[in-house]
């Protein structure tokens, strides 16, 4: 089955500075990798998804960027601000239709004001 | 609009209750999925209906019993569960057919085995 393996599992970035997690994935039919934010308490808010087929997607201050040669993914937030303090998981998905997500670890993002 | 429910959002059970968590969205979702997620981890899949039928169970113990009574609502039936049991309980929907779609989360249900 999938793998998707998640680094830095806990990032601390001064607000106003550029935060970037990656993530790796083992199944090379994977060809869809969502991210999702959560806050205490609350459930997975999806932020940003690309596809196999593409290898960067933008949206104002985030951005994802896929390597499939490499089997990795990023997530870039730029200008960080303190509402962007939150756990941040990507994850992979290999079907298509219906199919469950494999998620990483998570990253605890910490904004310093 | 992207929302789905979840009712309960707490849950106190003992281990000899029997207990449902209810999902619903109104998106035209056709695929709905029901997901563990235990503190400090990543949500873990348990069970995906695709167009109301069950197709994966992720070797999910039978206490917990899956329900997909039509195309807008999900169950989770609960029983004779363990303290190991407590955890979220996330159900997500999104649309299905040849590609990958977004996988829209509601808030949980957080479930405590006593």
């Known amino acids: 089955g999938e793998n998707v393996e998640q680094h830095p599992s806990t990032l601390s970035v001064q607000e106003g500075d550029s935060a970037v997690i990656k993530c790796t994935y083992s199944?090379?039919?994977?060809?869809?990798f969502p991210w999702y934010k959560q806050e205490l308490g609350k459930g997975p808010q999806l932020i940003i998804d690309i596809r196999s087929n593409v290898g960067e997607k933008k949206d104002q201050r985030i951005a994802v960027t896929l390597n499939k040669t490499a089997k990795h993914f990023s997530l870039h937030i730029t200008e960080t601000q303190p509402e962007d303090s939150a756990v941040y998981f990507c994850a992979a998905c290999s079907g298509g239709g219906a199919d469950g997500l494999t998620f990483g670890k998570g990253t605890h993002l910490i904004i310093q004001p | 609009d992207t929302e789905v429910t979840q009712t309960p959002k707490h849950l106190v059970m003992g281990m000899t209750n029997k207990k449902s968590l209810k999902c619903e969205q109104h998106?035209?979702?056709?695929?709905m999925y029901w997901y563990k997620q235990k503190a400090k981890k990543p949500p873990e899949l348990m069970f995906v209906y695709s167009y109301e039928k069950l197709s994966i169970n992720e070797s999910v113990p039978s206490r917990f019993s899956p329900e997909c009574p039509n195309s807008s609502l999900l169950n989770l039936h609960l029983h004779a569960l363990q303290p190991e049991d407590s955890a979220l309980y996330l159900c997500?929907?999104?649309?299905?057919?040849?590609?990958?779609?977004?996988?829209?989360f509601g808030p949980g249900t957080r479930l405590t085995v006593t």
């Open positions: 998106m035209g979702h056709r695929a």
């Open positions: 997500a929907s999104s649309h299905t057919g040849t590609g990958s779609y977004e996988q829209y």
């Open positions: 199944d090379s039919a994977s060809n869809y």
